[in-house]
């Protein structure tokens, strides 16, 4: 049973330009999650799906960061013209429907220069 | 006022002390508690989860909810330098900050 895959790992960009992370859940969790987590922050929500549907979204989602889940299984978030306030880790999860308990990926690290 | 909130520490013991960690949170409607260990540059890793109030044991590491007072707490028992990590107290989607722990061998 492999954990919650998050690509890439690292990222290096220039503020303006778009970056793309993929998240693989666990295979049998139908909800998938999204959160930002600053240096000596706790993780912070984004948004969540439940297999393809996005049912809840925090206002710290600006209009230029999207998620999509077209199928179900992996999700993408995208953010465009980045800033360096975007320097974070983003972080995926995943949990069973109706799960309380969320299992977390790695990270993928975005640092905007 | 947040959702949770959590004392960020730093928190330094010796190795083999009892070590508290605690957060309150605001919304009473809050059934399930959970407690996540982060190492440095890594992903949250789910140590316990807890529903309601009462106590849950786990090897070392004791969680317990006190719904009256709002109050959650994270008990390590023979704390060991690898128990050196930042933990995170969490419910409903919300998480603390976290409290960073170092066990000094």
């Known amino acids: 049973d492999t954990g919650v895959s998050q690509d890439p790992r690292h990222k290096i960009t220039k503020r303006g330009q778009n970056v793309t992370f993929r998240c693989d859940p666990i295979?049998?969790?139908?909800?998938l999650y999204w959160y930002r987590q600053t240096l000596g922050q706790g993780p912070e929500f984004l948004t969540y799906?439940?297999?393809?549907?996005?049912?809840?979204k925090s206002r710290l989602l600006s209009d230029r960061f999207s998620a999509e889940r077209p199928k179900g299984s992996f999700s993408t978030l995208e953010i465009q013209r980045t800033e360096q306030g975007d320097s974070a880790m983003y972080l995926c999860?995943?949990?069973?429907?109706?799960?309380?308990?969320?299992?977390f990926g790695e990270g993928s690290w975005l640092t905007v220069v | 006022q947040k959702e949770v909130e959590q004392d960020p520490g730093p928190l330094s013991v010796p190795e083999g002390a009892i070590v508290s960690l605690n957060c309150t949170y605001s919304n009473s409607a809050f059934q399930y508690f959970m407690w996540y260990r982060q190492y440095s540059r890594k992903g949250p890793e789910l140590l316990m989860y807890t529903y309601s109030s009462g106590n849950k044991e786990d090897g070392r590491f004791t969680a317990q909810v006190d719904k009256s007072s709002k109050y959650i707490s994270l008990f390590i028992r023979d704390s060991q330098p690898s128990d050196s990590a930042t933990y995170l107290c969490a419910t409903y989607l919300v998480f603390g900050k976290g409290t960073r722990l170092s066990v000094i061998a």
């Open positions: 295979s049998e969790h139908n909800r």
């Open positions: 999860a995943s949990s069973e429907e109706g799960g309380n308990t969320i299992y």
């Open positions: 799906f439940q297999n393809e549907a996005q049912l809840e």
